[in-house]
């Protein structure tokens, strides 16, 4: 399920089959499109009613992820106008994010030649995610950001996938 982006900078996908709440697939997806850059503090997010209309869910759903966004400080709602992001989360430079995207592009078409399908690779790489940062904490053994946090690890789903399709849109 998708909703288009609009006017937003955002497109929201939910995987129902996750096992995450569909309010905290909203937060995590903004969450990542702040880490990527595909979101910067301006940017508004998609109206509730588009949300709503478009995935079908509950306006409450929409309205408790946002209140989670603005308790975290990373969105506020502006009356009358929608919800905007009012801060940015640590991002990896566009070179970077560049190079890391071929390189992740390349592994998945390996993983796709050696026959493991969708939720095989989804299975593969979140096994490996919560590996590295249980074993190294990440960031070049640094320990900077302590061990794989359960959003961390539990956030890897069909919007992340979707992510994967063209890196312009649809954040996970």
Do not use: C
Request: aromatic fraction near 6%.
């Amino acid at each position: 399920m998708t909703i288009d982006k609009g006017d937003s900078a955002i497109e929201f996908r939910l995987d129902p089959d996750s096992g995450v709440p569909t309010y905290l697939q909203l937060v995590q997806q903004v969450e990542h499109a702040l880490r990527l850059g595909y979101l910067k503090p301006g940017d508004q997010l998609p109206k509730v009613r588009d949300v709503v209309a478009t995935l079908t869910i509950n306006p409450n759903t929409v309205l408790k992820a946002y209140r989670e966004l603005e308790h975290k400080g990373l969105a506020a709602g502006r009356p009358g106008q929608g919800t905007f992001i009012e801060a940015t989360l640590e991002q990896v430079t566009l070179p970077e994010l560049a190079g890391l995207r071929r390189t992740l592009l390349g592994w998945l078409a390996s993983a796709d030649a050696a026959g493991l399908d969708e939720d095989g690779i989804v299975a593969l790489f979140t096994s490996g995610l919560r590996d590295f940062f249980k074993t190294s904490g990440g960031r070049g053994n640094a320990g900077q950001r302590g061990g794989g946090s359960q959003d961390r690890a539990g956030a890897v789903g069909s919007a992340d996938r979707a992510a994967a399709d063209d890196g312009t849109e649809g954040v996970a």
